[in-house]
């Protein structure tokens, strides 16, 4: 079992930066994928990006078009915390925001139905 608890949300203006950070409990971290995903009221949850489990190389990543250049990924296993950099926000970026965890493939790390374990949200909004 882990439990994922998300921090950092807040209030910003447009073209601000924000960190989100998920900090997971369990002593098995490094081998799940883990991956950020984002939901506005009435819409079905969106992928954000995604780092893959530590593996003997490097972790792999993988952005959505509308964050690519703009999100970070990275992931702390000796702190059991993954995070999400984001810089020059934009209004549409507003939604809450989740991450999530799973023995996932890289293939499929953009896969909400994927994730066996989620976080319970942390509210980002970008003012114009």
């Known amino acids: 079992q882990v439990q994922l608890v998300e921090s950092g949300g807040g209030l910003v203006q447009a073209g601000g930066s924000l960190r989100l950070s998920c900090a997971a409990s369990?002593?098995?971290?490094?081998?799940?994928?883990m991956g950020w995903f984002r939901q506005t009221p009435g819409k079905e949850r969106e992928f954000v990006t995604a780092?893959?489990?530590?593996?003997?190389?490097?972790?792999?990543?993988r952005y959505a078009d509308s964050v690519k250049g703009r999100f970070t990924i990275s992931r702390d296993n000796a702190k059991n915390t993954v995070y999400l950099q984001m810089n020059s926000l934009k209004p549409e970026d507003t939604a809450v925001y989740y991450c999530?965890?799973?023995?996932?493939?890289?293939?499929?790390?953009?896969?909400?139905?994927?994730?066996?374990?989620w976080g319970q949200g942390t509210q980002v909004t970008v003012s114009s």
């Open positions: 780092i893959s489990a530590e593996s003997a190389s490097a972790a792999y990543t």
């Open positions: 999530a965890a799973g023995f996932i493939p890289i293939a499929t790390m953009h896969r909400a139905y994927k994730y066996d374990y």
């Open positions: 369990g002593r098995t971290f490094s081998n799940y994928a």
